[in-house]
């Protein structure tokens, strides 16, 4: 049964390929260079990444804007928006009103 089954796929075949791979060691490191190739979107998905990671988390000049309104009660808020979103979280009943 194992001979059909290798002799099916072929498995003797391999077996003779890798041992016919010649690699010698010495220092610990194979003599033989190892090498990767990227996809143009894999390269490109990581430059995004990298440039992800300049970005900081929060935008200090946005926030300074809101604070100074705030605190000089200029900032009006679109409270059509807000009202919107409260009702989207499940914050805000509609059918009370």
């Known amino acids: 049964m194992i001979g059909r089954i290798s002799g099916q796929y072929n498995v003797d075949a391999l077996n003779s390929k ?3 791979r010649n690699i010698s ?3 610990g490191f ?3 260079a190892d090498n990767a ?10 430059k995004v ?17 809101f604070k ?3 605190e000089n009660g200029t900032y ?3 409270l059509d928006k807000l009202a919107g ?7 805000l009943d509609v059918a009370a009103e």
Not at 37 to 45: I, N
Not at 49 to 65: F, G, L, Y
Not at 85 to 91: Q, T
């Open 18 to 20: 890798k041992s016919k």
């Open 25 to 27: 060691y010495s220092g």
């Open 30 to 32: 194979a003599s033989e």
């Open 37 to 46: 190739d990227f996809s143009s979107f894999g390269t490109l998905l990581a």
């Open 49 to 65: 990444n990298a440039e992800m990671k300049n970005i900081p988390d929060v935008r200090e000049d946005v926030v300074e804007n």
């Open 68 to 70: 100074t309104q705030i």
């Open 76 to 78: 009006n808020p679109p």
């Open 85 to 91: 979103r409260l009702i989207i979280a499940g914050m």
